[in-house]
């Protein structure tokens, strides 16, 4: 191969791979004087989680709404009028004042040196593995993007089907598989009573008053009664995404739940009523090894989608302006 014809292929093979070539793991080993930048992040999640364990839920979703708008880069941390936080899906978003605490301890002891990019892959990754999932290694090396549009936040529906979720996702690099695992998130958290209650309690199909005939006729029952009874003063009431003894471990008891028909948001059941996802969820149904294995895998491919690296973008001063 002539000298030119391998300046093209290298080029090709960088723009195909995004920044994640130059990603390592151990990036800041020995970049932050005498701190060990993972070790720092660990603590103060510890710290965190021992008080507040719904925040593997926050940070797991922060990682999500981070990484599927523009890529993992930070744009999701930034303040101020039209930007991406602001955005209708991301007014939920919680977590941020956990990023900050962490990024201010880091300034501390290595000014400029930490990306807050880095700092929400380290964090989610802590917290996982403090809730019961893997423990799994992480690549650093990320920078923050100086860009954050409310306008380019285009997140998945609570409502899409199987081939809806499997084709968004797509669009990230991730199979059908990987799809099925990332709903997988859904292992802890909540939601309200309004994202469920037209599309599954009393207004299933378009139909005033019908029930998603996929639901547990006693968990509709449940939730009519007591949870989400069809009144707007439900709206705001919290349903577990997963039973509320494992709403803060994650598992593969979501995908136990699907079997069952006790899956919570549409999206959720959908990938069991969907005959091309419904034997995934069964082999991590019928296994928590797997399901942790993979799991970790999907969460490591999502952290180095579309990042920025070597000189792009920033290291941000605080997380939530640009320097």
């Not at 939730?223 to 439900?234: I, W």
């Amino acid at each position: 191969m002539g000298i030119e014809a391998l300046m093209v292929a290298l080029a090709v093979l960088a723009l195909a791979t995004g920044g994640s070539a130059q990603l390592q793991y151990g990036f800041y080993k020995n970049k932050c004087n005498a701190s060990d930048v993972e070790a720092v992040v660990q603590g103060i999640v510890k710290a965190r989680f021992a008080r507040e364990a719904p925040i593997v839920a926050y940070l797991l979703r922060l990682q999500f709404h981070e990484c599927a708008v523009n890529g993992c880069d930070g744009g999701l941390l930034i303040d101020g009028p039209g930007t991406e936080k602001t955005a209708p899906p991301n007014l939920s978003v919680k977590g941020y004042d956990l990023i900050a605490a962490i990024k201010a301890e880091l300034e501390r002891r290595c000014p400029g040196v930490v990306s807050c990019s880095d700092i929400e892959i380290l964090a989610t990754r802590d917290a996982v593995a403090l809730a019961g999932g893997p423990a799994y290694t992480v690549r650093t090396g990320r920078r923050d993007r100086r860009q954050s549009r409310a306008s380019d936040v285009k997140l998945p529906g609570s409502e899409y089907t199987a081939a809806q979720a499997i084709a968004y996702y797509a669009k990230l690099g991730m199979s059908a598989y990987d799809t099925v695992l990332l709903l997988g998130a859904h292992t802890v958290g909540a939601t309200h009573c309004s994202s469920i209650k037209n599309s599954r309690l009393y207004g299933y199909g378009g139909k005033m008053g019908a029930t998603d005939p996929a639901m547990d006729p006693t968990l509709a029952s449940t939730y009519k009664k007591y949870v989400c009874p069809n009144v707007t003063s439900s709206n705001g009431n919290t349903v577990y995404l997963d039973d509320q003894w494992s709403a803060v471990k994650v598992d593969n008891n979501y995908y136990k739940n699907l079997q069952r028909g006790r899956g919570v948001l549409l999206v959720d059941q959908n990938l069991y009523r969907d005959s091309s996802t419904r034997g995934f969820v069964d082999q991590l149904a019928n296994n928590n090894g797997l399901f942790q294995s993979q799991f970790a895998k999907v969460l490591v491919k999502l952290s180095e989608v579309n990042v920025l690296t070597g000189t792009q973008g920033e290291i941000r001063k605080v997380c939530n302006k640009f320097n």
